[in-house]
Every structure is written in structure tokens, then in C-alpha cells.
């Protein structure tokens, strides 16, 4: 009884809290986007060169290494397009 008092009490004194961006939010905001299109711009490098050495590859015909950079490349072009809804899956 004392306890339920207690925690009514403190909870009439704190209130329900606004949320609040902490200060130089836009400037993170603005950082995430830089890296976002970094990770984009990467990924895209990273399949057109897999294409090309897919292409040498067969031409050559040497070891077919190419086709798992291409995998690779697109899979991390998922995980890393879809961070925000995996985090906020986890988190939230």
C-alpha cells in the first residue's frame, strides 16, 4: 500500500515526456544519408565488377570464382538497404 503510493506519487511528479531531437540531430541525420549512399554507391561498384569478371572468367575460361561475389554483393545490398527495418524489428 505504501509502495502503490509511493510510485503514484512519483509518477504524478514526472509526467508523460515529450520527446526531444538531442542536440546536432540534423547533422547525424545528414551523416546516415552520406553512408547510406556510400554502402549504395559500393554495392553498385561491386556487382558491376563481379559482371565484369564474370564475363572474363568465362571468356577465359578460368575458375568461376565471380558468381559468389555477385551473391555476396547482393545479399549485403539487402542486410544493408533493410538495417533500419531490422533494427526497429529487434528494438521495437
Known amino acids: 500500500m505504501i509502495l502503490a503510493a509511493v510510485t503514484d ?3 504524478a511528479q514526472i509526467g508523460n515526456p515529450t ?3 538531442p542536440p546536432l540531430a540534423d547533422k547525424i541525420t545528414q551523416m546516415v544519408q552520406y553512408l547510406t549512399w556510400f554502402v549504395l554507391l559500393a ?3 561491386a556487382i558491376i565488377y563481379a559482371g ?6 568465362k571468356w577465359s575460361g578460368g575458375s ?7 551473391a ?7 542486410v544493408a538497404t533493410s538495417a ?5 524489428a529487434v528494438i521495437g
Do not use: C, D, R, Y
Open 72 to 78: 555476396g554483393a547482393m545479399i549485403g545490398g539487402v
Open 43 to 45: 554495392g553498385i561498384t
Open 9 to 11: 506519487t512519483l509518477l
Open 52 to 57: 565484369g569478371k564474370f564475363a572474363w572468367e
Open 64 to 70: 568461376m570464382e565471380s558468381p559468389k561475389m555477385v
Open 19 to 21: 520527446p526531444e531531437a
Open 84 to 88: 533500419g527495418t531490422i533494427m526497429n
